[in-house]
């Protein structure tokens, strides 16, 4: 499975449509990393909870394969999408089957 099967259909249509708007996007998603001090696996894991907070579950695929591939074990994205009960609620848990469905794809 290709990294892009993995990008939601907004994602693709934003990619595809888009060009000048997904290139100064690229660019600064980019530039935020590369000025992060954690590193790729801890990146990926708090971008995971961050999604799963915000509800915003069609991103969970793409970012569950990026962090598995820096490592990252099952409970650990277990742990990433759970960070937020404390301050989003139980909302989280709704994340949990999209994530770890692609964790064990």
Do not use: C
């Amino acid at each position: 499975m290709t990294a892009s099967s993995r990008v939601s259909n907004a994602f693709q249509t934003f990619l595809t449509d888009a060009p000048d708007h997904q290139k100064a996007w690229l660019e600064a998603v980019e530039k935020l990393g590369t000025a992060s001090a954690l590193d790729a696996k801890t990146e990926a894991l708090v971008y995971i909870g961050i999604l799963a907070a915000t509800r915003l579950d069609s991103g969970l695929p793409f970012h569950v394969a990026q962090a598995k591939g820096h490592g990252a074990s099952r409970n650990e994205i277990v742990s990433a999408v759970l960070a937020g009960l404390p301050a989003a609620g139980n909302v989280v848990i709704q994340s949990l089957p999209v994530a770890l469905a692609e964790y064990d794809r």
